[in-house]
């Protein structure tokens, strides 16, 4: 059965450039042109593999891959990076040269050329050309050497993920060869265009555009499956919901590993609307979920974590019919003890079904939760039963972490990402000619206002710092003592400087203390040198297994403060863990040190578990524990810059648009000819400045009211009531308080009022109108408010029940506050 898009891998090429080099060696001639000249040379290639599920390029009905293929092809990945990691670093950088821009002065080549010669030979196998061998390009002709000037001081990890971007950006380009539905073949244009800049620029793939950032809708479809799991079958007992619970995994990771139909294949059965928002959701799942698993330079998402019920909603019926030939043929597969979960899941999709077709079905809604403890008992659950292998290999794939070379350390993510709030507004977002012409008039003013330049007014301590780091004035070094290998001569020396810092910068201290912790090998120094003499420094000992690093000493010489490097010296360590994979730094600070460290991100709200960190990290009297989570991200040395940039962006926008609203206007002269009123819109020039008229709801928008038909309305009422029941913090308002469990309760409150007293008022007709509904229901709240303290679990129930009416209600359209 043919699928989606096909990710093709390339076998050992003939042509010794290989597909991927022509691409990069003809990237001047334009994006475009980089991939008709790399199309030439894939010809060469002695073949591809197609990704698993896919008999072709063209894409067909969605599918699962098959379990061997798609492994099969994974591995073949992996190995094949393997193979170009473990070469000798000259064929490494010959790698890298067909990738690197030309560093000789005015040279626009973006690649070394194979001589005329050796254009046969492979640099992944036995070739390895030498260093002063020319570029076969006509415009260029410099040496091998040229094209890798700046990869002198590489290290073996960069190096390696440089060469993993560029395997990928291979793959890509073979496939975006053989697909031929034409939305497929722009996205995978597009990411070879990213790949190829990142390589170009040594930066990491980081995907921005109008596609948004994961998660896409809330609630993901992972937590309203789990919402089902516990609203439809919470009343089983432990085995039958275990098995259920099994069922709702295995129908998420079907969803994990389906191949989605291209948008041009689902044309026909999809409404205009539906098959819009299918093109975008397609995209996403291409560029964040599908490219990603095969290139792994890529940061990949899980479907079921980043999309929610829209995409599932055009997709269900497609994928719950070969979900369920995929049981009925695999059933003697499956242990005698696991195929009840054969036998429950179409009663699980249909319910799944019925539930996606409500419109007000609560798992749908983003403020249901289960309770606390249900949730606790289904994480260890997961964490216990091993996930089922249907369709793909659920055991070598979804139930395992692949592990890859080179993979980003963001790669998969753990857990579900943080909901983001939906606006209620929609904002106009600026044309993109508006921000590139106030982008180029920054740029322009930074290099014609010369005397500014020279003579800098204001310039943040930050650039004087980078300047001077670009200089070499100063240098950050990582340095630590061992008793494993030989310490040089020069760390030994900045050790012991670094030592007098820290005693001299901390009196209180101890030396003996301080010079232990310095030369104790699992601390290591980031030291700060200036003139070969180190001026500052922040001593720390990471812990990788616990995922943070424990800042001990943080100190800079007397004479060198207040010039912003201790903000650079953090930023360093900053972008020093995240390269090493951990996401938080600890430290424990003192009164005079508190204030820095909140300059720096720090804060006093600890959120990693004390288990994670007690017993690991020094703790110290009169000190106060301070934490920082450090985003993957970020590249915290620029960081400054980059919000600096921004601002200054903002200010030229904001200046343009003054320019283009400061304009004098006559006066009205409506009045003097008798108009006693006009239209607040009609005044000249209020829409120029940006005025919009804020249109009140008309009252046909709420479809029930007063005078509507009373049957209709109980209805409403009823509908809300019971809504509000089934909510997860309604369960202290279920019935009324009695004198016997709360003795003092009815001294206190004189009018008490609970969910099943408005239950039987709704059935004896009480609620004639929607102000008598609302007025029990915030009695309710109000009592228990009344009584309860705020930090306890009832007024919080309180709070968020009453949210939860006030929702339902305006779906409802029954509320105008």
Not at 305 to 322: A, D, E, H, Y
Not at 656 to 666: G, L, M, S
Request: include cysteine; proline fraction near 6%.
């Amino acid at each position: 059965m043919s699928g989606g898009p096909s990710i093709t891998l390339k076998s050992q090429p003939i042509d010794g450039n290989n597909t991927g080099n022509a691409a990069a060696q003809q990237q001047q001639q334009g994006a475009n042109g980089a991939a008709s000249a790399a199309a030439s040379g894939a010809a060469g290639a002695a073949g591809t593999a197609q990704n698993p599920g896919h008999g072709g390029a063209a894409g067909g009905a969605g599918s699962v891959p098959a379990e061997g293929t798609r492994q099969n092809s994974l591995q073949r990945i992996q190995q094949r990076k393997l193979k170009v990691f473990n070469l000798p670093v000259p064929q490494k950088l010959a790698k890298l040269s067909m990738y690197s821009a030309c560093q000789s002065e005015g040279c626009r080549c973006t690649g070394w050329k194979t001589p005329q010669e050796n254009r046969h030979r492979d640099v992944e196998s036995s070739y390895c050309p030498e260093f002063n061998e020319e570029c076969r390009n006509a415009s260029c002709r410099h040496s091998l050497r040229s094209h890798i000037a700046h990869l002198d001081n590489i290290s073996s990890s960069s190096m390696d993920e440089l060469l993993g971007a560029i395997i990928d950006m291979e793959n890509l380009f073979m496939s975006m060869q053989r697909v031929e539905d034409e939305d497929t073949k722009k996205v995978y244009l597009y990411l070879f265009r990213l790949l190829r800049q990142c390589v170009l620029t040594r930066q990491q793939a980081v995907i921005r555009g109008p596609l948004g950032d994961p998660p896409f809708e809330a609630p993901c479809i992972t937590k309203a499956v789990l919402s089902l799991v516990f609203y439809k079958y919470n009343h089983l007992n432990t085995p039958e919901l275990q098995t259920m619970t099994e069922v709702a995994k295995t129908f998420l990771n079907f969803l994990n590993h389906y191949n989605f139909e291209s948008p041009s294949t689902r044309r026909g059965d999809l409404t205009h609307e539906d098959a819009s928002n299918y093109k975008i959701n397609y995209t996403r799942w291409l560029v964040f979920c599908h490219v990603p698993a095969f290139c792994n330079s890529l940061r990949q998402f899980e479907t079921s974590l980043v999309f929610g019920r829209t995409l599932l909603r055009t997709v269900f019926q497609c994928m719950s019919q070969q979900l369920k030939k995929k049981c009925i043929s695999e059933r003697d597969r499956f242990p005698e003890d696991k195929r009840s979960i054969i036998t429950q899941m179409p009663k699980f999709l249909e319910t799944l079904r019925a539930e996606l077709l409500k419109d007000d079905s609560p798992i749908w809604d983003p403020n249901y939760r289960p309770p606390n403890s249900f949730v606790i008992q289904q994480r260890k659950r997961h964490q216990e039963v091993a996930t089922v292998p249907i369709g793909p290999s659920v055991a070598s794939i979804g139930g395992t972490k692949r592990a890859s070379v080179g993979e980003p350390l963001q790669k998969r993510i753990k857990k579900e990402p943080t909901e983001r709030p939906q606006s209620s507004e929609n904002l106009d977002d600026l044309p993109t000619d508006v921000v590139m012409h106030a982008m180029k008039s920054v740029s322009e003013s930074k290099t014609t206002n010369k005397a500014e330049i020279l003579f800098p007014v204001n310039v943040s301590r930050d650039e004087n710092v980078k300047a001077e780091e670009q200089k070499r004035a100063i240098e950050f070094h990582v340095v630590g003592n061992s008793l494993t290998k030989p310490v040089d001569k020069q760390t030994v020396l900045w050790l012991l400087g670094l030592q007098l810092v820290f005693a001299y910068q901390l009196p209180e201290m101890p030396r003996e203390y301080i010079s232990q912790l310095v030369f104790d090998t699992k601390h290591k120094t980031l030291a700060l040198i200036k003139e070969n003499q180190p001026i500052g420094g922040i001593c720390f000992r990471p812990f990788p297994s616990q995922g943070f690093t424990e800042i001990v000493f943080c100190a800079v010489t007397m004479s060198e403060q207040v010039k912003g490097y201790g903000t650079h010296l953090m930023n360093h360590l900053k972008d020093y863990s995240i390269q090493r994979g951990i996401k938080h730094l600890l430290t424990f600070a003192d009164c005079d040190a508190i204030g820095y460290f909140k300059k720096q991100g720090f804060s006093k709200d600890i959120k990693l578990a004390r288990p994670v960190y007690a017993g690991y990290i020094k703790e110290y009297d009169s000190a106060t524990l301070m934490h920082c989570e450090l985003h993957p991200s970020i590249v915290n040395t620029q960081f400054i810059a980059v919000i600096r940039n921004q601002s200054e962006i903002l200010k030229e926008l904001i200046a343009q648009r003054h320019n283009e609203v400061q304009k004098v206007r006559p006066g009205l002269t409506c009045f003097k000819e008798g108009l006693p009123s006009i239209p607040v819109e009609s005044i000249p020039g209020l829409r120029e400045i940006g005025w919009k008229p804020q249109m009140r709801p008309a009252r046909s928008a709420r479809p029930l009211e007063e005078s509507s038909d009373p049957e209709k309305l109980a209805t409403s009422f009823a509908s809300v009531l019971q809504s509000v029941r089934q909510h997860t913090t309604a369960w202290p308002f279920l019935r009324p308080v009695t004198a016997a469990e709360v003795p003092d309760y009815y001294d206190h409150i004189k009018y008490p009022m609970d969910l099943k007293t408005m239950g039987e008022r709704l059935k004896k007709g009480y609620y004639q109108t929607r102000r008598l509904f609302m007025a029990d229901m915030a009695r309710i709240f109000s009592n228990c408010r009344f009584y309860n303290s705020p930090d306890t679990e009832y007024y919080r129930c309180a709070n968020s029940l009453e949210r939860y009416f006030q929702t339902k209600m305006r779906e409802l359209g029954l509320w105008d506050k």
